[in-house]
Structures are given as structure tokens and as C-alpha cells.
């Protein structure tokens, strides 16, 4: 290209400089979509972890994510967080950010929540203190450093603590909770950050029986106004919110459908249901990939 | 205004042995500096002009410790290349009182100091002008190591280097200035470094009056800063900081920008440090390259060590303790110091993993057994 055409396409008139484009916070989501994924591609060391992955999540939808260990799921989450760089493919939020060119905390700040297979929260600091930094607040570091809780937000942590029935454990240290109440406080952390779309990791693993009816309770509640999607491994669980359930295979969409439709499916009745219809087979295949 | 005490006001709830820590602080040195001028010297509650400047140079080291705990018993920093902030403030101490000496040195140069006569230089270094001037050498002795605390952490934050290798490449960051600060044709004296000065605004260094004054002062900026510490690490920020320490990740995933965070804290850490190297100087009468030093570094972790990290009175206790033990020790058996601070170093990690203040904490637990479940709840 000659030094001509390379200034015109700098001053095209048609386009504005990003730097001066205005920021666009607002979640786009005109077509009921709050989700695409495209052409998703990502390989470690040969492995395909993910491939082709085509996935839409509509605006406000709870949706589950199933699949064998080794077919994306945890991969998924990580790219859309951000955490990992995929080989090439589109992720959009609302229609109008790309999550591809931005960092987790960019992606947080965006609305995205995300809640960990293995429950993490701020050992050393209290349930309260744990709640206050996962508000919805400025993250920069003169706002925070400068930051006051006000009434508002108290009564914010406040009715997260009632809803994550950790009331009475509000000054304790979120490190002395049993495993089951620190996925309540991961999943309060979550809420607490009013997020747009909520990424939840095995939100059911380690819970008593009555732990996971709560837990299903609380999910179905929260969506609608928010998008949720969710990974579980707990067939009884996932049948018990799903609407939509999104099978996963070696990195790819394997089927999509309501969780009826899904369990007469052939294909998933081979590779993952299987487990159940086929036997152990299945499940040994599945042992030697990583989640 | 109203706002910042109202900030300042709000923190005070949170460091209950910050009240305490000031006011024995600033109780003792009143004291001892009382002792010194009004008794007389063969009273047995008299305190030398010698101990004065030593406690005064213990306080420095305080300040230091006070600044590797900020960055490693707060935000998991380990630096082993804090020694470089605090010579670096130092120099530009040093720097001032070199001019200040005019041509009271030994070759009589109105302009040039000493060392650059014995050098043959015409005229003074670019980076000597304005060290004439007091404020702007103290501007430089904060500027200059929180410069290069935001250019290292910058680079090393944003491309997240952590643990070990962090450790690591602070240590070369101090081992490197040391070599550059030998070199003569650096401009900053080379091998000897800066010395002989003569006074400080006006002040003759040798007079006990100046020596009482920097001790106070010292132990004035000493609370001011431990004051504003605590206040910073009981805000959110500190709270944001403490999950860096924790789990930097989780911490991302809510939506802080972990680096900007560790930088900002780096920088002030330096500072802290190099204000402490700024008030060294005037009391022991010297700089020179040793100060940058690894070792040196490392000591001033051990310090923190000792007296507990993660607790900002236990880094002060620590420097203090060590250092005596410290002058103690080396006037004893000068060459066993080292075994005994390597001892110690070894001990505390193993048995005292919090440090002093750690026991501190496991003493009142025990005899104080309904506090004790509160809060290991």
C-alpha cells in the first residue's frame, strides 16, 4: 500500500479513531442476544480444546452447559472471562464489545461474573469484607482507595448475606467456612457485583441435598433478569432448572435442546449419556482429557 | 480538607495499636532527647548524643521496614532490592549536603565537591544543579526511587512476573545501581561516595542541637507515615490489596486491575523508603554504594521477619530488635554477625512463621480464652 492509501484509510470518513470514539458501556443486546460466540478455535499442544465452537446465549436465559471432562466447558469459560487467549474466533457481548481484546478485569467491569469450580474467596478477610470488594463499584485505584461504603451498599451486602444465608457469619473469616457456605459466598460474590451474565462452574459440587434444592431455587430466580449459564456435572441438578442444556463433544456443539429432547438424542446418547445407556465405556474415554 | 479527615477519622477504628504505637513513639524519643540536653552527663539517666543518633538511625530503619512489609506482608511482593530505593533517597540527601559543604573542603572549590577536584572535573555533573537547593533535593529524594518504582513495576506488573523471579529481578535491579554507583565516572563519588559534610540548612551536623532535631523528626515522620499506612491499608485499597496477596487471580475476575494496584503500591513503598534513606544520611554522616548492596536488601526482610509480617508494628519492632541485637552483637564478636542473623532468619521461619507478633497474638489468645474463639472464628 502506497503512503497515500495508507492515509486514507487512517482519515477514512466513514470510521472514527477508537480513542475518540465515545465509550460504549452499554450493553448492546437489540436482538435478544447477550452471548455470541463464533468459530471458537483453541488448541494446547495439539489437543483441540476447543473446536468450531458456534454458541448463542439469549438475553436473559438460563442455560446449561454439559459434557464430558475434556469437552470445553471450563475452556469455554476461560476464554470468554478472558483468562485464556483462544487461536482465533469471536466472542461478542451484547453486539457491540469484544470481549477478544480485552482483559478480566475489563470483562468484569462489562458485567460478566464468573463463579469457579473450586470455590474461591478471600481466605484472610471476613464474609462482609469479601462481599464489599465484589460490589459494583469504580475499581480504579484513587476511587477505591478514596471509597466509602454508603447506606446503599451496606443494605445491598446485607440482603446478598440474608439470601446467602451467611447473616450471622458476616465477621467471620470467610477462610474458617465449611466448603458448602464458601460456594454461597462465591455465589453472593456474584451477586453482589449485579452482573449481566453469571458464569457458574459446578455450582452444586460438595452441597448437601437441601444445599443444591437452594441452589437451583436461587439460579432459576436470577434468571431473567439476568443471564445465566451454568456447567454441572449433576444430571439431577441440570434437570432440575434447565430450560435449554447445550451439549458439549471435543470442543464443539454437540446438541442443544431442552433436556427431554437432549436424553432422546442419538449422538449424545453415545458419547455422553452414554455413560448410563452404554456403560463404564464412555466414561473411561472421557478420564484421560483434562476439563 | 473535610473530606480527608473525615477519611483519616474513619480509619481510626481499624488500627487499634496505631494510637499507642504513636504515642509511646513519640513519648520516648521526647524523653530521650530531654535526658541528652537537660541532664547532666554524669547523671545515670543521661542519654549521649552517640545513643541519640543511633536510636535516630534505628527509627530510619523502622521506616524501612515499615515499607518492604507494605509491599511484602500486605501485597505477597517479596523485594529483595528495597535497599535500592532507600540509598537512592539517600544519595540525594547526600547530594545537598555535598554542596552545602562549598568551600570548606579539602581543596577549597567553591562549586565542585571534593571528589570531583581529585578527578580533575571543570564543572559540576547536569544531575548536581538545583542539589544546592533543600526542597529540591528532598523533591528528588522522593521522586527519584518512586520514579523507578513505577518504571520496574510498570514493566514487571503489566507483563505479570511474580514470585521468585520477581524477588530475583529486584535483587539485580539493586546489585546493578551498586555497580554503576562504583563507577567514579558516574559523578556520585565513586567508591567512597559522599561524605565529610559539614551542615544541613545551615545547621552544623555535629552539634547535638541538629542531631536532637533529626532524631525527632525522624520520629515524627516515622508516625506520620505509620499513621497514613494504616489508614491506606485498612481502606478498600488495602482490603484490594490483601486479595492480591491471597488470590490475584479471583481478584481480576471481580474486576480490579491487579497490576495498576501492585505498581501504586510499589511507588509508594519507595518513596516510604526513600524518605528513610533521606534521614539516614544526616545522622551517620555517610553515603556510599555498600548501601545498595543485596545484602543489605535481604537484612531489611529479615527485619520484617523477625517482628512479624503483615502487621505493621511488628515490622518497626523487628528493625528495631534486630538492630540492637545488631550493634550489640557486632561490638561483641563482629565476625559472627552474620551466622546470628542467618540463625535467626532460620528459626523465625521455622518456628515462628507470623513472628514476634504472631506470639504476640498466640499469648493473648491463650489467656484470654473467650477473645481467642471470637476471633479464630
Same mark, same amino acid.
Given at each position: 500500500m502506497s503512503a497515500l492509501d495508507n492515509t486514507r484509510e487512517l482519515f477514512r470518513r466513514d470510521q472514527v479513531w477508537p480513542f475518540l470514539a465515545p465509550a460504549q458501556s452499554r450493553v448492546n443486546v437489540d436482538n435478544q442476544m447477550i452471548l455470541y460466540v463464533e468459530d471458537l478455535n483453541l488448541s494446547f499442544d495439539g489437543f483441540k480444546a476447543l473446536n468450531n465452537l458456534n454458541l448463542y446465549i439469549n438475553d436473559g436465559e438460563l442455560r446449561c452447559l454439559i459434557g464430558a471432562n475434556g469437552a470445553g466447558k471450563t475452556t469455554l469459560m476461560d476464554v470468554i472471562t478472558g483468562k485464556t487467549q483462544c487461536d482465533s474466533g469471536t466472542v461478542y457481548f451484547g453486539q457491540n464489545h469484544n470481549l477478544l481484546n480485552k482483559d478480566e478485569a475489563e470483562i468484569a467491569q462489562l458485567g460478566i461474573g464468573r463463579k469457579f469450580q473450586k470455590p474461591t474467596v478471600f481466605?484472610?478477610?471476613?464474609?462482609? !469484607?469479601? *462481599?464489599? *470488594?465484589? *460490589? @459494583?463499584? !469504580? @475499581?480504579r485505584v484513587l476511587p477505591t482507595l478514596f471509597s466509602r461504603l454508603t447506606p446503599t451498599q451496606i443494605d445491598r451486602i446485607d440482603e446478598v448475606l440474608k439470601t446467602i444465608g451467611l447473616a450471622e457469619h458476616r465477621f467471620m473469616l470467610a477462610g474458617a467456612l465449611s466448603h458448602g457456605q464458601k460456594q454461597w459466598l462465591e455465589i453472593g460474590m456474584l451477586l453482589a457485583a449485579d452482573p449481566r451474565l453469571l458464569l457458574i462452574d459446578e455450582p452444586v459440587a460438595g452441597m448437601t441435598a437441601q444445599e443444591t434444592e437452594r441452589t437451583a431455587e436461587l439460579l432459576t430466580s *436470577?434468571?431473567?433478569?439476568?443471564t445465566v449459564i451454568v456447567v454441572e456435572h449433576d444430571m439431577e441438578f441440570v434437570r432440575s432448572i434447565a430450560r435449554t442444556v447445550t451439549v458439549l463433544h471435543q470442543g464443539s456443539v454437540l446438541a442443544e435442546g431442552t433436556m427431554d429432547q437432549i436424553q432422546s438424542n442419538k449422538d449424545v446418547i453415545e458419547v455422553y449419556l452414554g455413560e448410563e445407556a452404554v456403560g463404564e465405556k464412555g466414561a473411561e474415554q472421557g478420564k484421560g482429557e483434562r476439563a | 480538607m473535610s473530606r480527608l479527615t473525615a477519611w483519616f477519622s474513619e480509619g481510626r477504628s481499624s488500627g487499634k495499636h496505631t494510637l499507642p504505637f504513636v504515642v509511646i513513639l513519640l513519648g520516648v524519643t521526647l524523653l530521650a532527647s530531654a535526658a541528652n540536653l537537660f541532664l547532666?552527663?554524669?547523671?545515670?539517666?543521661?542519654?549521649?548524643t552517640y545513643t541519640i543518633t543511633l536510636l535516630g538511625k534505628y527509627l530510619c530503619y523502622a521506616m524501612l521496614a515499615l515499607a518492604v512489609d507494605i509491599i511484602w506482608g500486605y501485597c505477597g511482593i517479596l523485594s529483595l532490592g528495597h535497599g535500592a530505593f532507600f540509598a537512592l533517597g539517600g544519595y540525594a540527601m547526600g547530594m545537598y549536603l555535598m554542596r552545602q559543604i562549598g568551600d570548606r573542603g579539602v581543596y577549597g572549590d567553591p562549586l565542585l565537591p571534593d571528589f570531583m577536584v581529585f578527578l580533575d572535573w571543570k564543572e559540576l555533573p547536569w544531575f548536581w544543579l538545583g542539589m544546592d537547593q533543600f526542597w529540591f533535593a528532598m523533591l528528588m529524594a522522593v521522586a527519584v526511587p518512586g520514579l523507578l518504582a513505577f518504571v520496574f513495576g510498570w514493566l514487571a506488573f503489566r507483563s505479570r512476573v511474580t514470585g521468585v523471579y520477581l524477588s530475583i529481578m529486584t535483587q539485580a535491579l539493586t546489585y546493578a545501581l551498586l555497580l554503576a554507583f562504583f563507577r567514579n565516572e558516574m559523578g556520585f563519588g565513586g567508591n567512597n561516595g559522599l561524605t565529610d559534610f559539614k551542615e544541613i540548612l545551615g545547621f552544623s551536623l555535629q552539634s547535638d542541637s541538629t542531631r536532637i532535631s533529626l532524631f525527632i523528626i525522624t520520629a515524627l515522620l516515622l508516625s506520620v507515615i505509620f499513621v497514613i499506612s494504616q489508614r491506606i491499608l485498612s481502606s478498600r485499597f488495602g482490603k484490594v490489596v490483601l486479595t492480591i496477596r491471597d488470590a490475584e487471580s479471583r481478584s481480576r475476575f471481580i474486576g480490579y486491575r491487579t497490576d495498576r494496584y501492585k505498581v501504586w503500591l510499589f511507588v509508594y513503598s519507595a518513596v516510604i523508603a526513600g524518605i528513610a534513606g533521606a534521614l539516614y544520611v544526616p545522622q551517620v554522616g555517610i553515603i556510599n554504594p555498600g548501601e545498595f548492596s543485596p545484602v543489605n536488601s535481604?537484612? %531489611?526482610v529479615i527485619w520484617v521477619a523477625v517482628g512479624g509480617r503483615g502487621t505493621l508494628?511488628?515490622?518497626?519492632?523487628?528493625?528495631?530488635?534486630?538492630?540492637?541485637?545488631? #550493634?550489640?552483637? #557486632?561490638?561483641? %564478636?563482629?565476625?559472627?554477625?552474620?551466622?546470628?542473623?542467618?540463625? %535467626?532468619?532460620?528459626?523465625v521461619t521455622l518456628y515462628l512463621p507470623k513472628g514476634l507478633m504472631g506470639v504476640y497474638g498466640q499469648l493473648k489468645a491463650k489467656y484470654r480464652p473467650t477473645n481467642a474463639k471470637e476471633s479464630q472464628v
Open positions: 481466605e484472610e478477610q471476613t464474609v462482609f !469484607d469479601n *462481599l464489599e *470488594l465484589s *460490589l @459494583k463499584t !469504580d @475499581k *436470577l434468571a431473567g433478569e439476568r | 547532666p552527663a554524669d547523671s545515670a539517666l543521661y542519654v549521649s535481604i537484612e %531489611m508494628i511488628g515490622a518497626v519492632i523487628g528493625a528495631l530488635l534486630v538492630n540492637y541485637a545488631k #550493634t550489640r552483637f #557486632t561490638a561483641i %564478636m563482629p565476625d559472627a554477625w552474620l551466622f546470628a542473623l542467618g540463625a %535467626m532468619f532460620v528459626l
